[in-house]
């Protein structure tokens, strides 16, 4: 069986992705319980983090030993990589060595020409791009606390970033339809945007984006690498913010998600994360989960969904 890569959540089909929420649900189980699972006993993944991490590393690294394996941390400066060796000779090199690689990075295009060189499974741990690892995770929140998010109307409020992105792709893959609350200029991805077509609206009020909704999510107005952006960003997105009050004009069962860190007093209101409806502590959680459901997923073959 060829080797399978997971950069995107289009690089699963839905039944895939359906599977592996199941899963990280079935093994959040089996640690609750304190049953041992270690199917990848002797099989080591490469983690390499371009940018800084918590629920990254601590995930990845966690899902590693639990599932009887290890993870190396690499980061540009303690490799040949930080030196100008070229990614696709890095990732031949590498590939011969561990059994898996995660790569947390700047540009999406360091996922894809490692990924064309590399003969082990490679997982996009956040690029500029997209955050599929972390969306994932979002799902199975979802799912364990309100069911199938199928049909459900979610509002993502905010900058048209990586995690907004990856939340269009999440619309075509689990079925849902989604509203975008941005300011102008800051909207996401043009090419996934057609691509979900009318399973995604583009608006710029908050409120009439939340209207209604089941799911409410947002995240740091400037990400790593906006730091020079960041004043500018703060008064032009100030009327974006999700408050209890904005959450309000959601639907009754409304939660609410942030992948976090949180930026307190500016995304979200100070209260916001101790708000009933929020999950976002569910959420960081189960990113150690549902990874560990595509870390057996995509090394151990026969295990697919």
Known sequence: MSVRHFLSLMDCTPQELSGLVRRGI??????????????????????????????TRLSFEAGMIQLGGQAIFLSPRDTQLGRGEPISDSAI???????????????????????????????????D???????????????????????????????GNNMCNTYMEAAIQFDFQLRIACPQGYEPDAGLLARAADRVQLLRDPREAVAGAHLVST??????????????RLELFRPYQVNPTLLDAAAEDVVFMHCLPAHRGEEISHDLLDDP?????????????????????????????
Do not use: Y
């Open 26 to 55: 079935e093994l959040k189980d089996l640690r609750k319980r304190g049953v041992p699972f270690e199917p990848l006993k002797s099989r080591v993944l490469g983690m390499i983090f371009e940018k800084a991490s918590t629920r």
């Open 93 to 127: 090199v590498m590939s011969r060595m561990l059994d898996a690689v995660m790569i947390r990075t700047f540009a999406h295009a360091t996922l894809t020409e490692f990924a064309a060189h590399s003969s082990v499974p490679l997982i996009n741990g956040l690029s």
């Open 129 to 159: 791009d997209l955050h599929p690892c972390q969306v994932l995770a979002d799902m199975q929140t979802f799912q364990e606390h309100r069911g199938n998010i199928a049909g459900k109307t979610v509002a993502w409020i905010g900058d």
């Open 219 to 232: 995240d740091v107005w400037a990400s790593m690498g906006q730091e020079d952006e960041a004043a500018a």
């Open 277 to 305: 409806r929020s999950l976002a502590w569910d959420q960081a959680e189960n990113r150690l989960h549902v990874q560990k459901a595509l870390l057996e997923f995509l090394m151990l073959p026969n295990s697919r969904p």
